[in-house]
């Protein structure tokens, strides 16, 4: 199974102030169609899970610019350009090129 | 709307079975493959099982292969995830998603595995 490593695991962020998770696979995730079904999700707390960005970097409806998503073949970034209060709670990268999809263990965003 | 709404869920005895379903509605169901994805209480997310529109393509993580099956009714567009010999590991919330790539997911059903 591809494994999906995300760090850090806790990242406390001053509001205002940018922040970024880090995502690698274990494996290439470019599927043999050219593209690269890596994405990333958001579940604020008590919430079901949203996704944010599909395919390294093409934001959701709805989702707003401050996040944004980049990267190549195994390594790939979530950025938030300011975070806001509402931004609080746990990211995820999940890959969807190989079977089984498989997720990051996740990365807690709180607000210092 | 895209709206995806689980039932089903409840405690079981370890060893007992349970049949969750997920009832979509605000797309053509028939168009989409779907998953189910389960959260551990206070863990992360893990995928499970998914379907292709037709039913001709199943995919399980390896754990519940063997004691999970999921089908669907696109005529009630219905996903369903019969669970059976269930463990103490299994316990938790159970999404239903819709593919690709995971974009809608329902409000989950807790499962819980316990004597």
């Known amino acids: 199974d591809v494994v999906m490593t995300q760090s850090p695991l806790s990242l406390p962020v001053t509001l205002g102030q940018p922040a970024s998770i880090s995502c690698r696979s274990s494996h290439s995730l470019v599927y043999s169609d050219g593209n690269t079904y890596l994405n990333w999700f958001q579940q604020r707390p008590g919430q079901s899970p949203r996704r944010l960005i599909y395919m390294i970097s093409n934001r959701d409806s709805g989702v707003p610019d401050r996040f944004s998503g980049s990267g190549s073949d195994t390594d790939f970034t979530l950025k938030i350009s300011r975070v806001e209060a509402e931004d609080v709670g746990d990211y995820y990268c999940m890959q969807a090129t190989h079977w089984p999809y498989t997720f990051g263990q996740g990365t807690k965003l709180e607000i210092k | 709307e895209v709206q995806l709404v689980e039932s089903g869920g409840g405690l079981v005895q370890p060893g007992g079975s349970l049949r969750l379903s997920c009832v979509a509605s605000?797309?053509?169901?028939?168009?989409?493959?779907m998953s189910w994805v389960r959260q551990a209480p206070g863990k992360g997310l893990e995928w499970v099982a998914h379907?292709?529109?037709?039913?001709?393509?199943?995919y399980y993580v390896d754990s519940v292969k063997g004691r999970f099956t999921i089908s669907r009714d696109n005529a009630e567009n219905s996903l369903y995830l019969q669970m059976n010999s269930l463990r103490a590991e299994d316990t938790g919330i159970y999404y239903c998603?819709?593919?690709?790539?995971?974009?809608?997911w329902g409000q989950g059903t807790l499962v819980t595995v316990s004597s």
């Open positions: 998603a819709r593919d690709p790539n995971i974009r809608y």
């Open positions: 379907m292709k529109q037709d039913g001709s393509e199943k």
């Open positions: 605000g797309f053509t169901f028939s168009n989409y493959r």
